[in-house]
């Protein structure tokens, strides 16, 4: 999940012609969710071999097994007000989706992730600043490859916020990127997820949540962020390729998400018309049997601190 809480007024000369799907969801999403299902590169042979073409590799193969789980597994939406930024700066229609939550799947063939369910979620003038991974695990089943299938009964409907959402019975990981508090990055374990023991990462450090559950925390002193921008110009100028896409996972980008903008563009079903920035508080997407998105209502509480309660007794929802 991807949440901005700026519109996009100033930029609409971009975003008419790209909206949050080319924006945000076949790059930047694209690439948290490979850091994270991506086989990391083993060196098997005595041979010397490129790593990084390894991963890359890896990365490319991982894309070419995920596919749209159905036509009707998608939602977007235009945030109220967008058309008025477009005809302040001399655009006009169509106007592209400003938020989208697309369903994929991976192939039953893959060996590790095979028939997993990914939910990507990103939106301008969402009312909240925050990106996060949340890994749900089946029942009894913590492991790699272990991750859930949204077809498995009593999945519960994910909210479209964080908070809570690492605690609770359910086996669940949460890697929390950033957010509106400019905290620092932390991985959250649920207490369902036995932790045997935690090796000693520079940076990192330990803490026991509210929930019996356990953080691990990264710091790196005082020194003051770069600036984004700046970084990606450095190493622009260093030649540092492994910044950047690689032609061929660039391609495969192409070929995964080329299709699911069509399809969203054309399918008036799928669309949610305009929203507001408190609109998705409230709110939790779930993914039916036949694999089609719907945005359902919270039951009361669990907009906030009421999700730590209410995942214990996750038949409720």
Avoid at 67 to 88: A, K, M, P, Q
Avoid at 294 to 304: F, H, I
Wanted: proline share 5%; aromatic share 6%.
């Amino acid at each position: 999940v991807l949440r901005e809480k700026l519109d996009v007024k100033g930029r609409t000369s971009f975003y008419n012609r790209n909206g949050v799907f080319r924006d945000v969801l076949q790059n930047h999403a694209t690439e948290l969710i490979l850091l994270l299902i991506s086989s990391l590169p083993i060196e098997r042979s005595r041979e010397k071999v490129n790593m990084a073409d390894v991963w890359v590799e890896n990365k490319v193969s991982m894309l070419q097994s995920l596919h749209l789980i159905h036509n009707s597994s998608l939602l977007t939406g235009i945030y109220n007000g967008y058309d008025d930024h477009v005809r302040e700066e001399n655009g006009s229609p169509p106007y592209p989706s400003t938020f989208a939550a697309v369903g994929l799947r991976s192939s039953r063939s893959h060996d590790r992730w095979g028939n997993t369910s990914f939910l990507l979620v990103s939106g301008k003038a969402m009312g909240l600043r925050e990106s996060y991974i949340r890994l749900l695990f089946r029942e009894g089943k913590v492991g790699a490859g272990e991750a859930i299938n949204t077809e498995t009964p009593g999945a519960p409907p994910a909210p479209l916020h964080s908070r809570g959402r690492g605690q609770g019975s359910r086996p669940s990981v949460l890697f929390r990127i950033q957010d509106d508090t400019e905290s620092p990055p932390c991985v959250e374990f649920s207490s369902a997820i036995p932790l045997r023991e935690v090796p000693s990462l520079q940076g990192w450090t330990i803490q026991e949540t509210e929930n019996e559950g356990r953080r691990l925390e990264y710091s790196d002193g005082n020194r003051e962020k770069p600036n984004a921008y700046d970084s990606l110009v450095k190493a622009i100028i260093a030649e540092e390729k492994s910044k950047f896409a690689s032609t061929s996972s660039l391609l495969a980008s192409w070929r995964l998400w080329d299709p699911i903008i069509a399809t969203a563009t054309e399918n008036q079903e799928t669309r949610l018309g305009t929203y507001d920035p408190g609109d998705f508080d409230d709110k939790a997407l779930e993914i039916s049997a036949d694999g089609s998105l719907k945005l359902v209502n919270l039951p009361s509480g669990m907009s906030e601190e009421g999700v730590k309660h209410r995942e214990n007794n996750h038949d409720e929802l």
